[in-house]
């Protein structure tokens, strides 16, 4: 917790990494803003401080068009928090209020709407409706600046109810009329294509090593669902390519992309999302880049614009934008086993995922067997069981199926022991009916209880799905093989239990130094072991 003389003294030096953690507004100007905000920082006596743009929303304040405070990242206390306001957080996020309604988040919180309404206000300074108002607002935002959609669907793809209540709203927030707000970008700089691509940043704070999230995702990445390409590579069905020009609002549909940046890697995957589907670009940095720059190119290509959100929320998830990388990095740089690895990398992240149930069924597939193996099985399963595309994209051809899909999937397609065969396919019944949930807004420790309780999933699956699909910062594997050479390599050959116990919380963050580590040793000692590194998991099956 800081206090409102620690807020201005950030807000007097412009500090950006409590972008997202506080807004500030100035009673004399009206406006609301991000605590780095370039302008003439204003007097202590005319700030006030509120947790979130929705509580400066609510007071009266309008946003700031010089910093644009709708574009931060998300304070890292709603990702990791594990109470009720936490979990809230998470799920507005994901846009369950403007699918489902208050009632519907109350109902997957277990509380009241009366009850849940009040404990956010009470701790945030608004309600459930309010936090997902002004999510809307910066989606319309961002259609209305990067695409050339009419404004009648701009204000429902964002979640609106009516054309009325979105010009409302944006007049309020952005002190602007939809169309002024979209005459502020140029015409030349927006999407012409209807249904075509929308680029956008994923903005981050401190610093960020995305070589590591590459990696790792490159590591795992199953084939025709997900890839990570060099940037540019040709589409092999119409010759277009990855990427587009950076910092550009928008990018035409496939055919009319073009550029090079040689050494930028992007990650690319399908998404099943509530209305429809997309297609995902993620650019890492590249060499020579700026760690601390402070957002991540994107692109996505959607069969329903109403999904808009809930993919971006979905991104960030799984590249962890939302981390205090400062925080992780100053509690293990000053460790004397992750000390060095902390210095030679920092902003290391956790990568959590875009869909929990996939997590889960691919976590199971990787029980006994190596990476390499799992990834194989996965994307067999993906080609029979997974629904295909209307038309490929490079290698990216179906979406991942569905738990309902592969609980029925017949045992000649489950290329495992029997006993695993029914501790994948008991998971995914128990997934798609209901009897586990991995969203967002589930109890972790009753999650992980009940996924205890399932046949053949044990404690490595359980802490493995808390660190990534949970969110968890603070889940140690010390039976997990990579833990344990990436230990052996830094010349700890103990009890991991005990050397992990001094890293928390953000032991989660400790896992992925030591996967490094362990990747490292690997790499010398040749690839058969390198495919095998983290490969022991759980054995109860």
């Not at 990095?329 to 030679?344: I, T, W």
């Not at 009916?433 to 359980?462: C, F, K, N, Y």
Request: charge should be positive.
């Amino acid at each position: 917790m800081i206090d409102d003389d620690t807020r201005y003294r950030a807000v007097d030096s412009r500090d950006a990494r409590f972008d997202g953690v506080f807004f500030t507004a100035v009673r004399t100007t009206g406006i609301y803003c991000r605590p780095s905000c370039p302008a003439v920082t204003p007097k202590r006596v005319n700030c006030t401080f509120f947790p979130t743009a929705a509580a400066a929303q609510g007071a009266g304040y309008r946003a700031c068009r010089r910093c644009r405070p709708d574009s931060v990242p998300g304070s890292p206390e709603w990702n990791h928090r594990a109470d009720l306001v936490g979990r809230a957080m998470r799920l507005i996020g994901d846009g369950v209020v403007d699918r489902e309604g208050v009632a519907g988040l109350a109902d997957r919180l277990g509380y009241s709407s009366r009850q849940l309404q009040r404990q956010l206000t009470a701790e945030l300074g608004a309600g459930p409706l309010a936090l997902a108002r002004a999510q809307r607002a910066q989606t319309a935002r961002l259609l209305l600046q990067t695409t050339e959609l009419p404004v009648t669907e701009i204000a429902f793809a964002a979640g609106f109810a009516s054309v009325r209540q979105f010009n409302d709203t944006v007049r309020e927030v952005y002190d602007r009329t939809p169309s002024g707000l979209r005459a502020e970008v140029a015409s030349g700089r927006r999407d012409t294509v209807r249904a075509g691509t929308i680029s956008l940043r994923l903005a981050y704070r401190g610093a960020l090593d995305s070589d590591h999230l590459l990696d790792f995702l490159a590591l795992r990445a199953v084939p025709g669902v997900e890839e990570v390409v060099p940037y540019g590579q040709p589409d092999a069905q119409n010759g277009a390519q990855t990427g587009g020009q950076t910092g550009t609002p928008a990018v035409a549909q496939p055919g009319m992309r073009s550029g090079s940046r040689p050494g930028v890697r992007t990650y690319r995957r399908t998404l099943a999302l509530p209305y429809g589907h997309a297609v995902a670009e993620v650019d890492g940095l590249g060499p020579g880049t700026d760690p601390l720059r402070g957002w991540l190119d994107c692109r996505l290509r959607l069969t329903d614009l109403r999904d808009l959100t809930t993919a971006v929320y979905r991104l960030r998830a799984l590249f962890d934008l939302d981390a205090d990388p400062d925080a992780v990095d100053g509690r293990l740089g000053a460790d004397p086993v992750l000390g060095a690895l902390v210095r030679a990398r920092p902003g290391v992240r956790s990568p959590g995922h875009v869909d929990p149930h996939e997590l889960a069924a691919r976590a199971v597939l990787g029980q006994q067997v190596s990476v390499a193996a799992a990834r194989t099985l996965a994307g067999r399963l993906a080609d029979r069981y997974g629904v295909p595309l209307a038309e490929p994209s490079g290698g990216l051809r179906v979406l991942f199926p569905s738990a309902a899909a592969l609980a029925g999937a017949e045992a000649a397609d489950l290329a495992m022991p029997q006993s695993r065969r029914r501790a994948f396919t008991g998971l995914c019944a128990a997934l798609a009916d209901g009897t586990v949930r991995l969203d967002g807004g589930v109890d972790r420790e009753q999650a992980a209880a009940t996924l205890l309780a399932l046949p053949g999933i044990g404690p490595w699956t359980v802490g493995y799905l808390r660190m990534r699909a949970l969110a968890d910062p603070d889940v140690f594997l010390p039976g997990d093989a990579g833990v344990r050479h990436g230990l052996l390599r830094l010349g700890q050959p103990g009890d991991p239990k005990a050397a992990g116990a001094a890293w928390a919380p953000w032991r989660s963050y400790a896992v992925h130094r030591l996967w490094t580590a362990a990747s490292a040793d690997s790499a010398e000692q040749g690839p058969q072991q390198q495919t095998t590194s983290n490969s022991v998991k759980d054995d109860q099956a």
